[in-house]
C-alpha cells in the first residue's frame, strides 16, 4: 500500500535495460554533433531548415493551400524558425505546440570593437543575456556570425572550431596582485568593460598593432573596420561538448539551455505522427533578453505564420486566429535547474529535479510571489500527467530553487497570454547560463520521447 501512495523519487539508470540505455546513448551521440555545429541561433535555424526539408517541410511562402499531411515552415530573418505538421482536424479546434528558444547567452562584438591597448590589439564586448562574468574569462573563445556589407554581401565568419583556427581568450590578474580583486564582491570582480577580446600582438611596420589586425582580418574576410556597423559577431566558448563522468551518462557543453529541448522537440517533430490535430513547433531567438524584437517571441512574426496557416487551409474567418490559440496547448519546452551538489542550499529539497530522474515539469516560473509566472492549471498538469504515464515518459514536478533567491521566466507567458494551455516542461541542467552547462543523457531522451508524446495526443 505504502509503495502506490508515496511519490518515490528515484533514476531513470537504476534497473534501465541495455536496450533503452543504448537508445539513449545513440541519440545523444546525434544532440552532441548538432551542439558542435549549432553555437548560435543563425547556425541552428540553418541546421533545423536543413532537416526539415530534407524531411519534406516546404517553405509557407512557396505553398498555395494546405491539406491534412502537409509540412511547411517559415524562416524569420535566420534567427528563428516555425514549422507545423497539418492534419485533419480544423486549425480552430486547436494544435498541439511546442517552443523552444535557440539562442544562448554569450558576448556580442560592439559596433565599434576594434582598438590597441598597452600594445596589443582587443575587441570590445558586450555580453547578451545572464551570465556571470567571471566565468568568461581565460578559456578559449571562438568567434562566430555575420558581416553584412552596404551592398548586401553577407560574409560568414567561424573561428577557433578547427584544431588549426587561433582561438581567443580574456585575461584575469595573476592571483600574486589580486589582492584588491579578491576584496570585491564576485559580481564587481569582472565587470561588463573588462570583457575584452584578445586577438593579436604584431605592429605594422609603422608599430600599429591595430592596423596589423585590420589588415589580417581584411586579407581573410575582405571587411574594412566600418564593416563591423553591420555585423553580428558573437564570441562563444571554443570547446566541443563532451561525454560527462566515467559511465558517460552526462554531457558537458556550452548552449544547452535551450538547444537541448531545441533538438530533443526538432526529433520529436520529425519523428511524431497524428491524423487528427496539426503539430506546430517554435525555434525562437532573443529569449535570454526577454524575447523581444522581430525574431522573438513577442513578436507578431508567429501570429503572422498561423494566419498563413489558416488562410492556406481555407479557414480564416473572422476570430480564427483568436479561435486557434484558445483552444491550443503547449509545452514551453525549456530548461530547469537540476540540483547542483555543491550549491544544495539554494534548491529546497522537495521541489527541485535532480539530473537523471526525467524530464522536469515546472508548473509555474516568476520570482517571489510568483511575480510574473505563467502558472499552469491543474487541469492542464493532469492532462500533461496522462500523456506523460501512458506513454512510460518518466518525469519530474518541480521549481525553479528556493522561493526567495531569485527567479526566472521562459515564452510560455507569452502564448498563455493568447489563451492557451501552456506548461514549462524541459531538461533539468546544472551550470545553466555557464559556458560549460551539464545535463544527463536519461533526461535527454525522456525529453524526446515525451515532446514525441504531446505532440501525437488527440485529447483535449
Ligand atoms: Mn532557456
Ligand atoms: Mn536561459
Known sequence: MEKDLLNKKSSGWLNIDNDLKEKIFDFCDGYIDFLNNCKTERETSKFIINKLENNGFKNINDVNSLNSGDKVYMLNRNKSVYAAIIAEDNLTQGVNLIGSHIDSPRLDLKPNPLYEDAKLALFKTHYYGGIKKYQWTTIPLAIHGVVIK????????????????????????????????????????????????????????????????????????????????????????????????????????????????????????????????????IFADKEEIGSVGNTGMCSQMFDLF??????????????????????????????????????????????????????????????????????????????????????????????????????????????????MDVIDCGVPVISMHSPYEVTSKYDIYEAYTGYKAFFETNEK
Open 150 to 281: 552596404p551592398n548586401g554581401t553577407k560574409v560568414e565568419v567561424v573561428i577557433g572550431e578547427n584544431e588549426n583556427d587561433p582561438v581567443f581568450t580574456i585575461t584575469d590578474i595573476l592571483p600574486h596582485l589580486a589582492t584588491e580583486q579578491y576584496e570585491k564582491k564576485i559580481g564587481k570582480a569582472i565587470e561588463g568593460e573588462d570583457l575584452n577580446l584578445l586577438i593579436g600582438s604584431i605592429p605594422s611596420n609603422t608599430d600599429n598593432i591595430k592596423e596589423n589586425i585590420m589588415k589580417i582580418i581584411n586579407e581573410k574576410y575582405g571587411i574594412d573596420e566600418k564593416d563591423f556597423y553591420s555585423s553580428e559577431l558573437e564570441v562563444v566558448p571554443a570547446f566541443k561538448a563532451r561525454h560527462l563522468g566515467f559511465d558517460k551518462s552526462m554531457i558537458s557543453a556550452y548552449g544547452q539551455d535551450d538547444r537541448v529541448c531545441a533538438y530533443t522537440s526538432l526529433q520529436a517533430l520529425l519523428n511524431a505522427s497524428n491524423e487528427k490535430r496539426t503539430i506546430v513547433s
Open 306 to 419: 498561423m494566419n498563413e496557416l489558416l488562410t492556406k487551409k481555407n479557414e480564416n474567418t473572422p476570430g480564427a486566429l483568436n479561435k486557434t490559440y484558445c483552444n491550443s496547448i503547449m509545452l514551453s519546452a525549456d530548461v530547469g535547474a537540476g540540483m547542483d551538489p555543491n550549491y544544495q542550499s539554494v534548491s529546497e529539497k522537495n521541489n527541485t529535479s535532480h539530473i537523471g530522474f526525467g524530464i522536469e515539469i515546472n508548473k509555474y516560473t516568476g520570482s517571489r510571489g510568483k511575480s510574473g509566472a505563467s502558472d499552469a492549471n491543474a487541469e492542464f498538469v493532469a492532462k500533461i500527467r496522462n500523456i506523460f504515464e501512458s506513454n512510460n515518459v518518466k518525469y519530474q514536478v518541480s521549481e525553479l530553487g528556493k522561493v526567495d533567491l531569485g527567479g526566472g521566466g521562459t515564452i510560455a507567458y507569452i502564448l498563455a497570454d493568447k489563451g
